[in-house]
């Protein structure tokens, strides 16, 4: 997913405006320290709820909080969709399938 979805200018250009990207690659050694938290990278999914390689996890501050995760590899045009739908809170709202059919309905018009 890094290797072609984060390189798109567009998609780039709106994590790099909204977002702080950390890539937690399971597989790797090390440990890592995240609120309170001290273990692996896997220990660490883990205790997010999310034991899947690629997860794009978004966690809200202040509070540490994820309020989406998005599992599996996505295309240009998904992640954008995500991304948008984290950056303007819309989980606030709406589920993202919902948030998904209301783009769908509103490109209808």
Do not use: H, W
């Given at each position: 997913m890094i290797?072609?979805?984060?390189?798109d200018p567009e998609i780039a250009q709106?994590?790099?405006e909204k977002f702080i990207y950390v890539d937690l690659y399971t597989g790797e050694e090390g440990t890592v320290i995240f609120n309170g938290f001290k273990g692996t990278r896997r220990t660490l999914a883990q205790s997010l709820g999310y034991d899947f390689y690629p997860t794009?996890?978004?966690?809200?501050?202040?509070g540490n909080r994820v309020v989406n995760a998005t599992p599996g590899a996505r295309?240009?045009?998904?992640?954008?969709?995500?991304l948008e739908y984290v950056a303007t809170k819309q989980y606030q709202k709406m589920e993202f399938e919902t948030y998904l059919n209301t783009l769908d309905l509103n490109s209808d018009d």
């Amino acid at each position: 997913m890094i290797e072609f979805t984060l390189k798109d200018p567009e998609i780039a250009q709106l994590v790099s405006e909204k977002f702080i990207y950390v890539d937690l690659y399971t597989g790797e050694e090390g440990t890592v320290i995240f609120n309170g938290f001290k273990g692996t990278r896997r220990t660490l999914a883990q205790s997010l709820g999310y034991d899947f390689y690629p997860t794009s996890i978004f966690v809200e501050t202040p509070g540490n909080r994820v309020v989406n995760a998005t599992p599996g590899a996505r295309g240009q045009d998904c992640f954008i969709k995500v991304l948008e739908y984290v950056a303007t809170k819309q989980y606030q709202k709406m589920e993202f399938e919902t948030y998904l059919n209301t783009l769908d309905l509103n490109s209808d018009d």
